[in-house]
């Protein structure tokens, strides 16, 4: 079976500070993606990044940047520098399993908030 | 390029009526998702389509949700009747292939009162 488990259920920091969103996943399929998503208050999902379990590379885009490490199943979210606009409700995702099996397994969710 | 696009954002009804929701995935999309999003279960998966054709329906709670896929560029999700539990954000997903990443639509509110 597939899970994320995103531990923080809330953070909390004063704008420019940096931040990090923790994910960890569990699967037994050697091929599997990941992806982060953005719920702002505005309520729509907004796709942010996707990762191959083949592809380790950390990525880095303007002030965001991602940490996969699959020595630990994790998947971590930094923002730097944060901004009141990146206030909204983050999820990591897993999808996993045999082809044409298309269920994303989402966290529940970090819930971030900038306070200016 | 439009996203994907759902109707209506927002629905109101008592208990007991049919509510339908709509939806109109990326242009060239093959398939197409349903997911629901509660406080208590947050976001799953009620059902997929593939070229039109319903292929993983378990996500789907009772009998009195159905959705259907009559062309490409449409679908529809219905409950009939509605409860007051059914209350959630319904999201419609589209995605270029198996591998591709899942885009979503702004999502439709129900209230079921």
């Known amino acids: 079976a597939q899970k994320v488990t995103q531990a923080q259920t809330e953070i909390s920091v004063v704008e420019k500070e940096d931040v990090t969103l923790d994910c960890v996943y569990e699967t037994r399929d050697t091929t599997y993606y990941l992806f982060w998503y953005k719920q702002p208050p505005s309520g729509e999902l907004v796709f942010l990044i996707r990762?191959?379990?083949?592809?380790?590379q950390n990525e880095i885009s303007g002030r965001y940047s991602w940490n996969f490490q699959k020595s630990t199943s994790s998947f971590n979210f930094t923002i730097t520098a944060s901004q009141v606009v990146d206030s909204a409700v983050y999820f990591c995702a897993l999808r996993a399993g045999i082809q044409g099996a298309q269920k994303l397994v989402f966290g529940q969710g970090t819930r971030l908030t900038i306070n200016p | 390029d439009a996203g994907v696009i759902q109707s209506p954002r927002h629905e109101v009804t008592e208990m007991g009526q049919e509510v339908t929701l709509r939806c109109k995935p990326i242009s060239g999309h093959d398939y197409l998702f349903w997911y629901r999003q509660t406080m208590m279960r947050g976001l799953e998966l009620l059902i997929y389509?593939?070229?039109?054709?319903?292929?993983?329906d378990s996500g789907m709670p009772e009998d009195r949700f159905s959705a259907k896929m009559p062309n490409a560029s449409f679908s529809t999700l219905k409950i009939q009747p509605s409860e007051p539990r059914d209350s959630a954000v319904y999201f419609c997903a589209s995605s270029p292939s198996n591998r591709g990443t899942q885009y979503f639509g702004p999502g439709t509110r129900l209230t079921v009162l």
């Open positions: 389509f593939n070229n039109n054709v319903p292929i993983d």
């Open positions: 990762r191959n379990s083949f592809d380790e």
